[in-house]
């Protein structure tokens, strides 16, 4: 099991993991609403972006401050959570302009950004359990 985890913690495997789940997730949010099985109970909709968003930012962190690449600071952290956060802006102006079934969301957008900054708090927990 160990060797698993450490071979998923290797930069490419990390670059992989993270370009096919974002890959994954951009088709999942940009097909059409109706293919998607309708659940009647209120915020799924805003948890599930929570989540998504909170594991892109795991991976794109993890990815980041895996190896010697650059240390962690503020910024570093500022920089992936920025693109993580924007690319959910992108995801959502796209579901307005190119879909019939979607549209523009500002509570999905602020979903997004709390599931990035949890997906920070979970990478420092992991992190920290990690490195003790």
């Given at each position: 099991m160990m060797l698993l985890i450490k071979k998923l913690s290797e930069p490419k495997s990390l670059l992989s993991i993270g370009v096919i789940y974002t890959l994954f997730i951009s088709i999942i949010l940009l097909i059409p609403s109706s293919d998607i099985p309708q659940i009647r109970v209120s915020f799924v909709d805003k948890i599930a972006?929570?989540?998504?968003?909170?594991?892109?930012?795991?991976?794109?962190?993890?990815?980041?401050?895996?190896?010697?690449?650059?240390?962690?600071?503020?910024?570093?952290?500022?920089?992936?959570?920025?693109?993580?956060?924007?690319?959910?802006?992108?995801?959502?102006?796209?579901?307005?302009?190119?879909?019939?079934?979607?549209?523009?969301?500002?509570?999905?957008?602020?979903?997004?950004?709390?599931?990035?900054?949890?997906?920070l708090l979970l990478y420092w927990i992991i992190r920290n359990k990690i490195i003790q």
């Open positions: 972006h929570v989540l998504i968003h909170g594991f892109l930012s795991l991976i794109w962190l993890w990815y980041r401050f895996s190896g010697d690449k650059c240390h962690i600071s503020f910024k570093n952290v500022f920089v992936v959570l920025f693109i993580c956060f924007s690319y959910g802006v992108v995801i959502e102006a796209a579901q307005h302009w190119f879909t019939l079934t979607r549209n523009f969301d500002i509570f999905d957008i602020m979903a997004n950004g709390l599931g990035s900054l949890l997906g």
